[in-house]
């Protein structure tokens, strides 16, 4: 056999190669970019993740178009299998975005309320999607994760004279 029998798999490669090399740059490009701005680091993490995920998916539909099509019962199988992979690995996050999005309906905590969960008493003073950032009496800062916020006992002391005669 010569090579020109496994052209569309070496086309294939160098194809995925060239686009997670893009990727790649681009990605520290931008990241570069942002730093220099002065960006939060959350927002630079997102950036650079969508980046990497734009190409994965643009990598994935050029082997898809080079290798060739499957067929439609193939193509469902790996995809639940993808789906379900991706659920079981994302569990834990998900969990703490949708507890993230309760917490904020309920309008439970907000910045500068002083809590106490689990022990650990201090004001709040950033909300985000997956957790919730204490700074601490002696200035330090905790992390609390939206779903302990959501599962166990919360004593807000901020929130009294706020949500006056609601409860």
């Known amino acids: 056999m010569t090579l020109l029998a496994y052209l569309p798999e070496v086309e294939a490669i160098v194809t995925i190669a060239i686009v997670a090399a893009v990727g790649y740059f681009l990605s520290r ?14 927002s630079v993490r997102g950036v650079r993740v969508t980046i990497s995920v734009l190409s994965i998916l643009i990598a994935g539909a050029i082997i898809g178009s080079l290798i060739g099509p499957i067929n439609f019962v193939s ?3 790996l995809s639940a299998f993808v789906g379900l992979a991706v659920t079981l690995a994302l ?10 999005f309760i917490l904020l309906q309920d309008r439970m905590l907000r ?3 002083t809590i106490t969960i689990g ?11 997956v957790t ?3 700074r601490l009496e002696d200035g330090s800062v905790a992390s ?11 004593i807000n002391r901020s929130a009294a004279n706020r949500l006056k005669g609601e409860y």
């Open 111 to 113: 910045l500068n309320d």
């Open 144 to 154: 609390v994760s939206n779903s302990s916020l959501l599962s166990g006992p919360v």
């Open 29 to 42: 490009w931008a990241v570069k970019r942002l730093q220099a701005r002065g960006a939060a680091p959350s």
């Open 119 to 129: 022990g650990v008493t201090g004001k709040v003073v950033q909300i985000g999607l």
């Open 91 to 100: 569990q834990t996050t998900l969990a703490n975005v949708i507890a993230g």
């Open 75 to 77: 193509g469902l199988t």
């Open 132 to 134: 919730v950032w204490l």
